[in-house]
């Protein structure tokens, strides 16, 4: 078999098939060779069915009862159901778009069953489980481990699990595999890491690593191979990013020189007295803004630490300069913010911190246009025309202009843009900043922010070609949120103490994790609380003399702002809202959240939602609404109360609950087992020191023909931009 082979033409395949491997997106020989297990059904999962638990992959033995094929109510999709029962309990089994296996099993039939545990307002069942039958129930674990040892060590690792999809299973995959592998396939596969790189790390050839991550004969095997792909897929998007990171540098920029005096005088006039790692971060962008090449940096910082503070002073040191060779003009900056909203806030802000000085700052938004100072009023701002604003921008009368992604449009012109700042906007790739590029190679400064807390490991993986700056302090004079884990008991108490806090004009942000009420019907639809229904109940049986608004993605931009205009002008007491609340809103008077079904955010996305209520010097209040019984979760919650920041949450994140879980990173695009490589440090920076060592010596990898086109499909893969 070639590997460009279809796989149509050498497997036979029905309809079901089909429509299977096209959903996965696996068409040819090498896609089913690189669709990897994502575990391996082992004996140590073997659970009591007392204690499973939903979410969780797991293996039971018991005796199979009732087997039956049933309808969907709905979908009318057949499917088999039955029973399992051992000495604990017993658990419903359920095989979607499986009727057959209803005639497999007869009732009183001793079985192994391997699968996922799900849960809905019935109770908690297996989905889909792999099947075994058995002769015996074994006395417990330990005998069925005492028998294992018996078999050959293949056997005792186990079996292949892979992401599955309606119509085809894991045995289906392994079996196919087998015979791509037996077919002497691997012998066609040239390995694109450097041989150096593999033998000093000890890691597995192409060849063996795939026989091996498919058919491990032990756990050492199976690891081996992971740790390789693992490290490839961190290799392979470290090397992009430290091409692009040589390529911005190719540019030349305006060198910004810093008077000293003038900017500690600037940052005197702060509200607040600046945290070391303000004047840290500070020093250091005014440091690189002082090369001949331009700068790209990641400002990470939480909710609350003084990001905005920090983009104003570089903002400062570079509009009170002229253009080199030039006595006079300012260079310019352009601020960036991902929606109206916090475009305007920025504006206000940037009022405050420039009102004493002589600096014409703009505001552009679908919205409409405004310059800062006002002739007529020259302590506000006036509304000006589109075609004005950008007549001033391109004739470099006003030198800060603050907006939405409209910024860098082509009818958007500046004459002397020396500094980009971007809030918020993890998508601005390297092609939005090629843009960014003058016809003379001139390219801006680019300072990146974020409020998203990051493991360092996942930060130098996906940010590799932006130096990194961390904000772990918060102003002083802010106030610790007070955070309290909710159980179903405590909800009318907790009730009662928010209603105080509205009573004192204070308002409330309520987050669920759905929009819509799930389908009663939908055999695995999560259950948990949506935004438009709580909202509903909350009017109906608790807050009734409260407003009460709605928010949430699917409804429009328009509406998204103009209830979140009404909320920031206190015209709603209580926002009910999915976890779309944009991070950075700033509404001081909002001192309270509840967030619905805790459990099912991870924590540093729990901790960016408390985030939205640390806007003033008012007491706040976290309320953390769990329906979850277990202690274990209970403990995950509990770390919200005691931990420093963000980062530290999110550090925890990614060992309690794997990279996987952590809030978003399905926006990241890396797969899986890349994932788990973001867990090793070590990995993460002998990758990273590989690719700069490549990139340093052969930019192009002109000399890694093989190596580049990988580079390049995975990166094409990661959708980075």
Partial sequence: MKLSDRLENIFRLDINQKKALNKLKLFSVADLLFHFPVRYSHISEIKPISQLVAGEFATVYGKFWSPDIKRGYKSKILRAQ????????????????????????????????????????????????????????????????????????????????????????????YHKILEIIKDKTLDNIKDYIPKEILEKYHLPSIKSALFWIHSPKNKKDAESARKR?????????????????IEYRKNKSFQIKTNIKEKDEFVKRFPFEPTDSQKKSIQTILDDMGKNFPMSRLLEGDVGSGKTAVAATAAYTTVVQTPQGKGFGNLQVAYMAPTEILA????????????????????????????????????????ISRTQLLKWTAEGII???????????KTVKFKNLALVVIDEQHRFGTAQRRKLVRKDNIAPHLLSMTATPIPRTLALTIYGDLDLSLLSEMPKGRKQIITEI????????????????????????????????????????????????????????????????????????EKKEK???????GKINILCATSVIEVGVNVPNATMIIIEGAERFGLAQLHQLRGRVIRSNYQAYCYVFADA???????????????????????????????????????????????????????????????????????ELSKYPLLKSKVKEKTQEFHFE
């Fill in 399 to 409: 030198p800060i202009l603050i907006g939405t992604h409209a910024l860098i449009q």
């Fill in 486 to 557: 909710i159980t179903p008991d405590k909800r009318e108490e907790t009730y009662e103490e928010i209603r105080k806090e509205l009573k004192n004009g204070r308002q409330l942000y309520v987050i669920c994790p759905r929009i819509d009420e799930p389908d009663p019907n939908k055999e695995m639809a999560v259950q948990a609380k949506s935004a438009i229904a709580e909202a509903k109940r909350l009017k109906k049986d608790v807050f009734q003399e409260y407003e009460i608004g709605v928010l949430h993605s699917k409804m429009s931009k």
């Fill in 563 to 569: 209830e979140m205009q009404n909320f920031t002008e």
């Fill in 229 to 245: 792909f693992a490290f490839e897929e961190v290799f392979c998007i470290q090397l992009e990013r430290q091409h692009d990171k």
């Fill in 629 to 699: 019984k277990s202690d274990k979760t209970i403990q995950r919650l509990k770390a919200l109360k005691t931990a420093k920041n963000g980062f530290e949450l999110a550090e925890l994140d990614l060992t309690l609950r794997g990279a996987g879980e952590l809030g978003g990173t399905k926006q990241w695009g890396i797969s899986d087992l890349g994932m788990e490589a973001i867990k090793n440090i070590k990995m993460v920076e002998a990758a990273r020191s590989e690719a700069i060592r490549l990139i340093e010596e052969d930019s």
């Fill in 82 to 173: 039955g029973e399992i029962i051992d000495e604990t309990g017993k658990i419903k089994v359920v095989w979607f778009n499986q009727a057959y296996i209803a005639k497999m099993i007869r009732s009183g039939q001793f079985v192994e069953l391997t699968g996922k545990v799900m849960e809905n307002k019935r109770g908690k069942y297996l989905a889909n489980p792999e099947f075994k039958k058995v002769n015996s129930m074994p006395i417990d674990i330990h005998d069925n481990l005492f028998n294992f040892e018996k078999k050959k060590e293949s056997e005792v690792f186990g079996f292949p699990v892979y992401v599955e999809t309606r119509g085809i299973t894991s045995k289906w995959f």
């Fill in 344 to 383: 305007t806030q920025h504006f206000e802000s940037f009022i405050k911190y420039f009102k004493h000085l002589p600096i014409n700052i703009g505001l552009i938004t679908g919205s409409g246009c405004r310059k800062f100072p006002s002739k007529v009023n020259p302590s506000g701002w006036t509304d």
